[in-house]
């Protein structure tokens, strides 16, 4: 099947996605500061460039856009270049696995939120209730 939309517009459609600043990233580093929480954003000094490292706590976070990273729910591929975006998809699951091991390994924890769940707002409040009770050992 083929695309819909012309090779220049489809190009013109993937340039505009954005990897940081999302909406949603900004809205959840937000609540994440207001709980006192002090991190570095997209930091090229951690493995994997997390969106949020959190040294003080040995805790990375990465919030994985759902075309990207290959969300089961909501991963759309695009009809021209079928076999490109399906390479492309499964090389970023490889690196996702990867970087869990990484931090495995090196006693890390590591939270890993989709893109579709920090739209709901009960969903960050646990996210960030369950991590602060992790580290109280509660």
């Given at each position: 099947m083929t695309d819909t939309l012309s090779k220049e517009r489809r190009s013109r459609l993937m340039s505009?996605?954005?990897s940081t600043e999302t909406k949603i990233e900004v809205e959840f580093r937000?609540?994440?500061?207001?709980?006192?929480?002090?991190y570095s954003k997209?930091?090229?000094?951690?493995?994997?460039?997390?969106?949020?490292?959190?040294?003080?706590?040995?805790?990375?976070?990465?919030?994985?856009?759902?075309f990207w990273?290959?969300?089961e729910k909501h991963c759309r591929i695009p009809l021209s270049n079928v076999d490109y975006w399906y390479a492309k998809i499964r090389q970023?699951?490889?690196?996702?696995?990867?970087?869990?091991?990484?931090?495995?390994?090196?006693?890390?924890?590591?939270?890993?939120?989709w893109e579709h769940d920090l739209k709901n707002e009960k969903f960050i409040q646990r996210t960030i209730q369950k991590f602060i009770k992790s580290l109280c050992g509660s």
């Open positions: 505009r996605i954005c937000k609540k994440l500061w207001r709980f006192g929480f002090r997209n930091s090229t000094k951690y493995f994997g460039k997390p969106d949020l490292a959190l040294p003080k706590y040995k805790t990375v976070i990465f919030i994985d856009g759902c990273h290959g969300c970023n699951k490889n690196r996702d696995q990867e970087v869990v091991r990484f931090y495995k390994m090196h006693g890390w924890r590591m939270i890993r939120i």
